[in-house]
């Protein structure tokens, strides 16, 4: 049994390699869904972890926004 293709396209996008691809796709024909659960839970800390990123760079940039409206910026 593979992993559906609405499933795989899903974790392509979100930026799954193709390794971590293979291996959730043996480890369903093999009813391995205890490493299933892990790898995905892996994957998702790694994903958190990047938006974590970027909300920084987000409040960064309305910080620089915020000092450029009130005439600061170059203080």
């Known amino acids: 049994m593979t992993l559906p293709d609405k499933t795989v396209r899903f974790l392509q996008?979100?930026?799954m390699d193709e390794?971590?691809?293979?291996?959730l796709e043996t480890l369903r024909?093999?009813?391995g869904k205890e490493e299933m659960v892990r790898i995905l839970r892996k994957f998702r800390f790694?994903?958190?972890?990047k938006i974590h990123e970027?909300?920084?760079c987000l409040?960064?940039?309305d910080y620089l926004i915020y000092k450029v409206r009130e005439g600061t910026f170059d203080k």
């Open 13 to 15: 996008k979100a930026g």
């Open 19 to 23: 390794e971590n691809l293979r291996q």
């Open 29 to 31: 024909k093999e009813d």
């Open 46 to 49: 790694e994903v958190l972890e």
């Open 54 to 56: 970027k909300q920084q």
């Open 59 to 61: 409040d960064s940039l």
